[in-house]
């Protein structure tokens, strides 16, 4: 019973390990785009792309679930109720696209994780 508590254990680990390295967080900044007399206010976004393709938005209200389109080399789909999000791997430009007609473009950098939950943004400060 002690040697199986044990394995169970490390194999908990061990999965815990590989799905931190499977998810890579990306911290998002821009503004809505279009239509261009709605207020220019920043929007900052974290997006995390998971292990079997799960899509996590936290948009500054609490984790948003979204379903994904499509993947390939070039681009990421995904929906959520309110609106179809876009992202382009190589540029790290995302694109959210609402069903009101609003668009938003932003710019997204990869979150560097320092243990203990918290992550370092582009700018080199540590966050909770």
């Not at 490390?10 to 821009?30: H, N």
């Not at 899509?55 to 500054?60: C, E, N």
């Not at 993947?71 to 999000?85: A, S, V, Y």
Request: glycine share 10%; proline share 3%.
């Amino acid at each position: 019973m002690f040697w199986t508590s044990i394995l169970a254990l490390i194999f908990g680990l061990t999965s815990t390990a590989v799905f931190a390295e499977d998810a890579r967080q990306l911290t998002c900044s821009g503004m809505m785009i279009e239509p261009p007399a709605l207020s220019q206010s920043p929007e900052t976004v974290l997006l995390t792309l998971g292990p079997a393709q799960k899509v996590t938005l936290d948009l500054g209200k609490g984790m948003v679930n979204a379903r994904k389109v499509s993947d390939n080399k070039i681009q990421l789909k995904f929906r959520t109720k309110d609106f179809e999000g876009e992202y382009f791997h190589y540029t790290g430009d995302l694109f959210f696209i609402y069903k009101s007609g609003h668009l938003m473009k932003l710019t997204c950098q990869k979150r560097e994780t320092l243990g203990l939950g918290r992550a370092r943004g582009a700018s080199g400060s540590a966050w909770q």
